[in-house]
């Protein structure tokens, strides 16, 4: 199962792509945690992204795409993949389009999780207490969701426009929204 999940800062994907690669047997491909990973580590890739990331904008295409090829090119790929935070832009949506017919490792499923905007500050306020990342102060939330609203929804219309696209209701529980996208991956 080759599967992307879309939807805005705050909606859950890393929540719920955690508990589907158990249920799926396939990796979890955040981006936002590889860049994490990066800064963490304090690599030349770290040290350019951390800025970026504090302030709540993109990291270069180009820095995104050639993390991503380097980790689809590891052996656990080889049964899938959960994408989480990736494609942000529609530049980066081409570029993975690019990336998977090189492979020869098309999607299989597109799932963008709905949640509507006040609840996401409520959440990621919540996310903020309990995990002190630094991206998750009150103006950088505002600039991810703007960035999401710029940059990232039009994504939404490329996998529309593919057939490959389902919209779930990222609000309930967390066995509610993951039985959810279990049963749109069963229809696609
Ligand atoms: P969230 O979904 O809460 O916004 P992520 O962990 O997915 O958090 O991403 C955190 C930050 O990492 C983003 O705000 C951005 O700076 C950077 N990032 C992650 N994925 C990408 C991407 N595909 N392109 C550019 N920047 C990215």
Known sequence: MRLVLLG??????GT??????????????????????????????????????ARGELVSDDILLGMLESRLGRDDVAKGFILDGYPRNLAQADALDGLLAKIGQPLDAVVQLDVATDLLVERIAGRAQAEGRADDNPESVRKRLQVYNDSTAPVIGFFENR??????DGVGTMDEITARILAALKKA
């Open 8 to 13: 805005p800062p705050g909606s859950g994907k």
């Open 163 to 168: 057939g490959t696209l389902t919209r779930i």
């Open 16 to 53: 719920q792509a955690t508990r589907l690669k158990e249920t799926l047997g396939v990796p979890h491909i955040s981006t936002g945690d590889l860049l994490r990973a990066e800064v963490a580590a304090g690599s030349p890739l770290g040290l350019q992204a951390k800025e970026v990331m």
